[in-house]
Structures are given as structure tokens and as C-alpha cells.
């Protein structure tokens, strides 16, 4: 009767230690993570930058957790819709976002009424890549070197047109750090698309386009390459210099990587990161990121939260200085 009285003290100590656990905790005793489908949600529609990297990791990430992954793209306003979204799922590990690091170091400045705080409500897992951008002209306008188009934007002041993809773009940003650099101011004009066609066409003068869908257009003698945005020469076109060879200050890439519900234990995120950075360092994925113009990056978590905050900071700076809002 002891013995038996015993095993049903224990048998309800153990279950009150269940039932007081959180709710992660509780299915942690219960199942270790990953035991079920893991969902990316994309911040770009099918077909875009974002969404095809996302399905390459997508693919590698669910052989190497043995769960399926899938991906579940939510377009829209700067990659916000997506991160909200994320940023109210449950806190378990299976809802993932997938975004470019400006949603995060851009955002927060220029729109005033975001619905979620990306630092309070979303955590970093792991950077996958990088792209810097290239200043591009229509074959047809006087100046070839960074040099030659400051000088013809001194002559021409608001007069000069650049396209980008929008207001408060990492493209738009970049081209407001090379004017206060610089110390011109050309004439922005937003575009819901691409503006490189209006480029080629000679509709606009001069846009800012990222590597992957610049250097196809280059090569083929479309556009003129007058500079490139990252810190050094882009491996692809070595004979076209970085804007920060003229001013250091801009030197600049954006980049993608993955987030997770601010909630996730920390044992989760950090299996993730190790799992992503052994992705990024295989040599065909690692060549698939190359062939499309961007470069392999790889963080702790640790130094992926330095990086944003750093870039946060610099891009808040800018925005303030240059007065950029979006309502």
C-alpha cells in the first residue's frame, strides 16, 4: 500500500512539473526540436532575390534537420508584412523569417508607424549573404568615372535624375550617402520596379542596381558601370571601382539572413545558426550565391546582433540627416 501510495505521489509530481514548465519548456520534455515542419516566411513574392536564395537554404536545411521546410512568402512594405508576422508567431522554432538586413537597420527609422519593434519582439539566428550595388548610367551621358559624375552633378545641382526601387530603399540610401559624402544633391525618382530598363532606354540618366541584376547588363554593353557600393572591387567586374576608393564613408551591402520570434530558446537558435553556416560554407551552395553576384556570409548570433545595431546606427544617422520618412 506504501509503495503504491508512493508511485502515485511521484506520478503527480511529475506531471506538476510539466504543467509548470513554459510553454516551449513543456514540449521540450516532451519532443526535442526539430520534430515537425519548420516554415520560412519570405519577405519577397516567388521568383524575387529573397525567395530563391530562401529555397536553396530551404532545401539543404531540411536535410541536415531531417524535417520538412517550407516556405511561405508575404510580400510587402519593405519586408514589414513578413516580419510582423513573424514577430507574432508562437515562439517555438518552427516559424522562421527570411529578410534583407535593412527591414531591421532601415526600417525603424523610416517608417513612423511599424506595427511590431523588431529588437523587443524578433532575435537574429544567422547571416547567409551579401550584395552590394552598382552605380550605373546610360551610355550616352558625358561622365565615366565617380570623379566625372561629381562634377557634373556639382554643375547640375537637383538637376541630375537617379532611379532606385523606393523611398527609404537600401539603393535610395546608398545614393543619399554618396550625395552628403560627396557633397551634391541629385534628383531622386522612386520606381515601384526596377528602374534599370529606364536606364537602358534613356529615360533616366542613372540608377542604382544591385550586383546580380547589374553586371548581366554591363557585360553585354547596355549600361555604363560607374562605381560599386561595397567595401572592395567586386570579384565579377575588377576593373570598376568601389565608390569608397573616392569616399571611404561609403562603403556599404546589404544582406539577408534569418530571424526567429524573440521567444525561442537560445539551444534552438543556436542549432540553427551552426546548421545555416554549414549551408553557407558548402562549395555548391557557396557557388550558386557567387554566380548570382553576392558573397557567402556567415556570423555568430552574437555578431549578427553587433552588426545590426551598428548598421542600425548608421543608417539612423543618415535618415535623420537627409530628413527620409515614409508614413
Known sequence: MAIQRRAIIARAAAAWAVATLQPWQ?????QAWPSRTIKFVNMGPPGTAPDTYNRIYAEK????LNVPVIIENRPGVAGNIASDYVAKAPADGYTLLYTVSSSFTVNPWIYSKLKFDPEKELRPVSPLLSQGAFIVANNDMPFKTVKELVDYATAHPDKLAYGTNGVGSFLHL??????????VQMLHVPY???PL???VSGQIPLCVEPAA????MINAGKVRAIAYSGSHRHAQLPNVPTISETYPAVAVVGWHGVWAPIGVPNEVVQKLNAAVTRITQT???QKQIAETGSEPMSASVEAM???LSQEKQTWGDLVKARKITIE
Open 26 to 30: 513543456a514540449a521540450s520534455a516532451q
Open 305 to 307: 546582433s553587433t552588426l
Open 197 to 199: 530598363i529606364e536606364v
Open 61 to 64: 536545411l531540411s536535410k541536415a
Open 192 to 194: 515601384k520596379g526596377p
Open 213 to 216: 541584376s547589374a553586371i548581366p
Open 283 to 285: 562549395p555548391d551552395v
Open 174 to 183: 546608398i545614393m543619399e550617402l554618396f550625395n552628403q559624402s560627396a557633397k
